[in-house]
């Protein structure tokens, strides 16, 4: 696609959110696995609420089952 295009584009998926706010998370998620050793995963979270604090946003990671056995530590 020519660059105009795909500006205009762009402008008409993300008009419905021009009025949000959005939250970027970067953090990286290590562990130890058995096989493999320790292990890192870099993650890049957005979210439309308001951002949780760290303590909370491990807690709500873990209660949706995507989080176990692993230290975060934030960007």
């Not at 953090?27 to 058995?34: E, I, L, S």
């Not at 209660?63 to 934030?74: M, N």
Request: with cysteine.
């Amino acid at each position: 696609l020519p660059h105009q295009k795909l500006v205009e584009v762009l402008g008409e998926v993300l008009s419905p959110f021009a009025e949000q706010s959005f939250f970027v998370r970067q953090y990286a998620r290590v562990w130890n696995d058995p096989n493999l050793g320790l292990r890192k995963h870099f993650c890049t979270k957005a979210e439309m609420s308001e951002p949780l604090n760290m303590k909370g946003f491990i807690a709500d990671e873990q209660d949706s089952g995507t989080l176990h056995d692993a230290i975060l530590v934030e960007r």
